[in-house]
């Protein structure tokens, strides 16, 4: 099959790789669509010691499985693979299993391919009126998904009604229609890149700002930091109100940033949040499909073989949309 193949930092290419071998309970999935991750883009910068080369990156994949008694059906991927048995499975928290895999790194390949081998219970039906490109960000807004569900229980008996959301990529746009989704009336979405700002000041679901637009004195219920630098972690630790909650999704990078004797003081919760579960995965799609989440219109796709140039166009911030799908066939 091809593949697009992590080789070193900055450097990838279309290779010719041996298919993948179900392993029994596995299905054998046709990629059909499958985006361009932040994570992703750590592993091509060499930022990511997970994800060492070569590999195969990818893990924000929908296709149609191959052979079997489900042939041809069309499914998207929750990538997360764990135990199912370990204390963290058995409590329904099983993105945090002590064994847990996710595809795009060691030793599972990623889905920057044709295909991919899949536990069925990894597996999601989506239906017809849905398209694969659509069906591909379940798994960057399950990530968002899960975040708010934490925030929110964390409120506790304070409803929050107000959210502000730290970047305007696939994590923060997906994290912003949760919140509405979720019950969040008022939600406010900071973006840096002119370009990417205007893509998205036409949604009606939340407002969309310039970092420097948003008001110094303005504080919110949850803020969600779906960037992870110095700089937005004290935006975060800024713009939080007393006895409010900080998710913080991102990864990228540095350790500095909290006000960490605010936080004391005003008794902030911060809750670092990785992926989500097998119920936050399901959850999402339910919301995906039943129209919760808007149109699902805001990816732009390109063939995998033009998967090079998508990584250098967001490298030098190119791209308008939050996300790119790249398509294998």
């Known amino acids: 099959?091809?593949?697009?193949?992590?080789?070193?930092?900055?450097?990838?290419?279309?290779?010719?790789?041996?298919?993948?071998?179900?392993?029994?309970?596995?299905?054998?999935?046709?990629?059909?669509?499958?985006?361009?991750?932040?994570?992703?883009?750590?592993?091509?910068?060499?930022?990511?010691?997970?994800?060492?080369?070569?590999?195969i990156l990818g893990h924000e994949g929908a296709g149609t499985i191959v052979g079997g008694p489900r042939d041809g059906a069309r499914v998207t991927i929750n990538p997360l693979v764990t135990c199912g048995d370990c204390p963290a499975c058995r409590a329904g928290?099983?993105?945090?299993?002590?064994?847990?895999?996710?595809?795009?790194?060691?030793?599972?390949?990623?889905?920057?391919?044709?295909?991919?081998?899949?536990?069925?219970?990894?597996?999601?039906?989506?239906?017809?009126?849905?398209?694969?490109?659509?069906?591909?960000?379940a798994e960057p807004i399950a990530c968002g998904w899960h975040a708010v569900r934490l925030g929110i229980t964390a409120c506790g008996a304070q409803t929050p009604e107000t959210a502000l959301v730290i970047g305007g990529g696939a994590i923060g746009v997906g994290a912003a229609l949760s919140l509405v989704a979720q019950g969040v009336g008022d939600v406010t979405l900071i973006e840096p890149n002119a370009l990417r700002r205007a893509y998205l000041a036409d949604n009606g679901s939340y407002k969309v700002l310039a970092p420097d637009e948003l008001p110094a004195d303005q504080r919110f219920d949850i803020t969600l930091d779906g960037v992870g630098f110095d700089a937005t972690r004290a935006t975060a630790s800024a713009a939080t109100r007393p006895g409010g909650v900080i998710l913080h999704i991102g990864l990228g990078g540095g350790a500095a940033g909290l006000d960490i004797r605010r936080l004391t003081l005003q008794e902030i919760t911060f809750i670092g949040t990785y992926t989500y579960t097998a119920e936050?995965?399901?959850?999402?799609?339910?919301?995906?499909?039943?129209?919760?989440?808007?149109?699902?219109?805001?990816?732009?796709?390109?063939?995998?073989?033009?998967?090079?140039?998508?990584?250098?166009?967001?490298?030098?911030?190119?791209?308008?949309?939050?996300?790119?799908?790249?398509?294998?066939?």
């Open 1 to 55: 099959m091809k593949a697009l193949v992590y080789l070193a930092p900055e450097a990838m290419a279309l290779r010719d790789v041996p298919d993948p071998t179900p392993a029994e309970g596995d299905h054998l999935i046709r990629i059909d669509s499958v985006g361009i991750c932040g994570s992703d883009m750590h592993a091509y910068l060499g930022h990511d010691e997970r994800r060492p080369a070569p590999l």
């Open 93 to 137: 928290r099983d993105n945090l299993c002590a064994t847990r895999q996710i595809i795009s790194m060691p030793p599972r390949e990623g889905a920057f391919a044709q295909f991919v081998a899949m536990p069925e219970r990894n597996l999601v039906a989506v239906p017809d009126d849905v398209t694969l490109e659509q069906a591909a960000l």
């Open 280 to 329: 936050d995965f399901r959850d999402t799609c339910a919301a995906m499909f039943d129209g919760r989440l808007g149109p699902l219109d805001w990816t732009e796709t390109r063939p995998l073989s033009e998967g090079t140039t998508a990584f250098a166009d967001i490298r030098s911030g190119r791209i308008a949309s939050p996300k790119i799908i790249l398509k294998p066939a």
